[in-house]
């Protein structure tokens, strides 16, 4: 059995960042980094509403794994007696807080958008958690049935 090597594998977080001896390449290295995160961020969250599952479970006892990735259905919601306003920010936050790691103190805010539940806005804010620091995000996202 032969060993693989590890040149050259890195893991995300020390490939979006690297050191640097100037001050000036600094600043546009931790922009570049943060932006880099935050559009990994948001694929993530895009991936994450884009997957639906049946069960309610954890949105009743606040327990996830693996098994429950994605929303519930806004039908499962209704069926259950949550409302869209009242249940499926509590979805979004626990599926991001079970998910979304890097991701912390979210907050849902969701808006129907015209006069039925056929696309849904939502606002996700929170901290993006860093090396030292967390910046504050917010990422406008639809949801569609």
Do not use: C
């Amino acid at each position: 059995m032969t060993r693989q090597s590890n040149v050259g594998k890195k893991l995300l977080f020390e490939r979006l960042t690297r050191v640097s001896k100037n001050e000036a390449s600094d600043t546009l290295n931790y922009a570049q980094n943060l932006e880099a995160l935050r559009e990994s961020v948001l694929h993530e969250l895009e991936r994450l509403f884009n997957t639906r599952r049946n069960s309610l479970t954890s949105l009743l006892n606040g327990e996830r794994t693996i098994l429950e990735y994605g929303l519930a259905s806004v039908e499962t919601l209704l069926w259950q007696g949550f409302s869209v306003k009242d249940g499926l920010p509590v979805e979004i936050e626990q599926a991001i807080d079970a998910f979304e790691p890097r991701l912390k103190q979210v907050k849902a805010l969701v808006t129907p958008i015209g006069s039925g539940i056929e696309e849904i806005q939502v606002i996700i804010s929170g901290h993006l958690q860093l090396e030292h620091h967390s910046e504050p995000v917010r990422f406008p996202l639809k949801l569609t049935r």
